[in-house]
């Protein structure tokens, strides 16, 4: 029978044990968030990470900055979050607007508070099999909820489709670490279908509905689906969720599979970051 791995519940697992240990905590830790523009993709997510710090006893401050604001700008708010000491977490918000070098902007946050894991230092370290300050949430989020379900990785062979530096690049490194066999599809694979049918784990993070469909997966895959797709204001991922879960062993749902799980692991996150700064007397 297949599992339907829920992503919500386990969440409210995680999260739930972070408020009771930030309620024991008399100095809050302080998440800073940097939205710059109205898209209207990221005033959600910027809203929902709010809510649930506010839920968890983590203060948080969102810096709304006009889509026109300059790179020197938004920069020097970087610099004073970096400086702060009552803040433990610096997130910028993506997509930025054009004009703006992202790797200059990400590149800005200190390290250590760095609460997406995406500076160069913590990506390398990452890629290098050391510890970082924090590892990226969505990869993190994937990995905590098959390890709930007891899935064993050790030398299965993953295909993770999409190899974008905030999910399917760190996912892999991630994989790897746990000693799976790991395939980086992307735009630019031939024939996806043949990697997928030899895959114990598929992991797509395209943002393409019904990229995946059930003739491309063999029985028994588990089957993680990130994608996020807005159609008939409905979201939906990108596996073919109705027919794929008649054949795998595992699969995610969207929404409730790994969405709630990257915001759960943000909240770990700056956490993680408030304890080590405080081990460090900062
Ligand atoms: P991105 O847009 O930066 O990259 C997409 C990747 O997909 C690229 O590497 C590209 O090569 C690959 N790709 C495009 N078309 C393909 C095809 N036909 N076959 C194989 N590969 C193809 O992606 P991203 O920022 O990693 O986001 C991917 C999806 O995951 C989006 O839908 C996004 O909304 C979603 N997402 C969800 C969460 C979450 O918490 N659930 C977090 C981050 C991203």
């Known amino acids: 029978m297949t599992v339907i791995m829920d992503g919500k ?11 009771t240990e930030v309620s024991a905590l008399t100095v809050k830790p302080k998440l800073a968030v940097i939205k710059v523009g109205d898209n209207p993709a990221s005033q959600i997510y910027v809203r929902n990470k709010q809510k649930k710090a506010l839920e968890l006893g983590i203060n948080s401050v969102v810096l709304e900055l006009p889509s026109n604001v300059s790179e020197e700008n938004l920069l020097e708010q970087i610099y004073i979050l970096n400086e702060d000491t009552d803040i433990n977490a610096v997130l910028v918000q993506l997509p930025l607007t054009e004009h703006i070098n992202k790797q200059r902007i990400i590149e800005a946050i200190e390290p250590i508070k760095d609460v997406d894991g995406f500076t160069s230092f913590n990506f390398g370290r990452l890629a290098l099999g050391y510890q970082p300050y924090t590892f990226p949430c969505t990869p993190k989020g994937i990995i905590r909820l098959m390890d709930e379900y007891n899935i064993n990785l050790e030398g299965k062979k993953a295909v993770v489709i999409g190899r974008s530096n905030i999910v399917g690049k ?5 994989l790897q670490r746990q000693n ?14 043949e990697h997928t049918l030899s895959a114990d784990i598929i992991v797509s993070a395209v943002g393409h509905p019904n990229l995946i469909t059930a003739d491309m997966v063999s029985e028994g895959a588990v089957i993680i689906d990130v994608g996020i797709n807005r159609i008939d204001n409905k979201l939906i991922g990108d596996v073919d969720f109705n027919t794929v879960k008649e054949k795998v062993s595992f699969i995610t749902p969207v929404p409730g599979g790994i969405g709630p799980m990257t915001i759960a ?6 956490l993680e970051l408030y304890k080590f700064q405080k081990s460090l007397g900062l």
């Open 9 to 19: 519940l386990t969440a409210e697992k995680i999260t739930a044990e972070i408020k």
């Open 170 to 174: 760190p996912l892999s490194l991630l």
């Open 180 to 193: 799976a066999t790991v395939i980086m599809a992307h735009s630019k694979t031939i024939n996806l279908k």
């Open 265 to 270: 692991m943000l909240m770990e996150n700056t």
